[in-house]
């Protein structure tokens, strides 16, 4: 069984400065996703960022970027220039490639606090 | 395009109770999850659902659990008896049918589900 381990349950940056929120995971398999979905408080879960694992390229999306390892099995989300709005709990998630229906592991989250 | 919408937001009830939350998915998705993450831990998957056939139910803690999907739209999820250990938010998600890569899951903002 997959399991994805987010070892810091809280993180804290200024705003417009850089942080990073650690993932790590294990499995057995060679063809699989990963996420990470951001939850603000009271509000729906949205999909950040996503990485597959035969894509060597670490995936960016504006401000956000990955440091995909793949033989490390560690998966870390960059945040640049930090903004108040980046405050959330972001969860780190595994998915397998192997079967057509597959389901999201996930890790116990980091609560990101950004101040001014 | 509205999104994943659940009902109640919040529900408390007693202990033995029994509680119904509902889904309703993205017009179309052919896929919908439930997940469910109690305080502290990780969000953890409940069953899955294609059209209104289970496809997976191995996540699903015990036979107070029941899960339906009427007609492939919207599904529910009631809990009977209530026990103090089911508190948590659950989740639901839908996703696109299989042709579709690579198949986002999209989120729901949870029920918050407190039983005393």
């Known amino acids: 069984a997959q399991t994805v381990t987010q070892s810091q349950p809280e993180m804290s940056v200024q705003e417009a400065e850089t942080v990073t929120l650690s993932c790590t995971y294990d499995?057995?398999?060679?063809?699989?996703?990963l996420f990470w979905y951001k939850q603000p408080p009271s509000r729906q879960m949205i999909l950040v960022i996503r990485?597959?694992?035969?894509?060597?390229q670490n995936a960016t999306e504006n401000r956000f970027s990955v440091n995909f390892q793949k033989a490390a099995k560690s998966f870390s989300l960059k945040i640049s220039d930090s903004q108040l709005g980046d405050a959330a709990m972001y969860f780190c998630?595994?998915?397998?490639?192997?079967?057509?229906?597959?389901?999201?592991?996930f890790g116990k989250g980091t609560m990101l606090l950004v101040s001014p | 395009e509205a999104g994943v919408t659940q009902f109640p937001s919040h529900s408390v009830i007693e202990k033995g109770q029994t509680v119904t939350l509902r889904c309703d998915p993205i017009?179309?998705?052919?896929?919908l999850y439930w997940y469910r993450r109690v305080m502290g831990k990780e969000i953890k998957f409940l069953l899955h659902?294609?059209?209104?056939?289970?496809?997976?139910e191995s996540g699903m803690p015990n036979n107070r659990f029941l899960a339906e999907r009427t007609g492939g739209t919207y599904s529910t999820l009631k809990v009977q008896p209530a026990e103090l250990e089911d508190s948590g938010v659950y989740f639901c998600?839908?996703?696109?049918?299989?042709?579709?890569?690579?198949?986002?899951?999209?989120f729901g903002p949870g029920t918050r589900l407190t039983v005393t």
């Open positions: 998600a839908s996703s696109q049918a299989r042709t579709s890569k690579p198949r986002e899951q999209y």
């Open positions: 499995t057995s398999e060679s063809d699989y996703y």
């Open positions: 990485q597959e694992a035969y894509k060597q």
């Open positions: 998630a595994y998915r397998s490639n192997n079967s057509g229906y597959s389901t999201l592991t």
């Open positions: 017009s179309g998705h052919d896929n």
């Open positions: 659902f294609v059209k209104e056939s289970k496809q997976d």
